[in-house]
């Protein structure tokens, strides 16, 4: 934790673009990641993840940032909901279940079939679950970290982690 404010400090001080790569290199895949659970193609992920970087250059050389993960994350859910804004698709964890077999995350990470059919049920959870269980479960954030992306307090998030669970149980 200190070597990241470290980091930040020499990006928005010094414009270092070195301690951006390592921030780059440490949070990529968990933003394409996240992404590609979101979005009806994998170039569509993609190109989400390389914009999330570039507005987060732009963040945080000019304002102070203390949290990059939480802003990282903060930048990917609104461009994803301007995807879908911009193209008048409808927001719908539905018709993206629908879409999962086109995408190519399941074959990056080589699951079982068991273990497909849990991604499909996550990507059809209504609301903030489907976000929530993506960020804890895969990405393997911590309640408080999620709280922090989401705006919201820790035991809201165990809630929303609490009824995801129960749905995917049922």
Known sequence: ?????????????FRDKSAYAKLYERYHKNILDFASFKMPRKQDAEEVASEVFLRGWEYATSNRVDNIKALFYRIARNLIADFYRQRKVEDSLDELADVAADQEIEERIDLSESANKLIAKIRALKGDMSEVCVMHYINELSVKEIADILDKSPNNIRVILHRAKKALNK
Do not use: A, D, G, Q
Request: glycine share 0%; no cysteine.
């Open 1 to 13: 934790m200190l070597n990241e404010k470290f980091i930040l400090f020499r990006i928005h001080r």
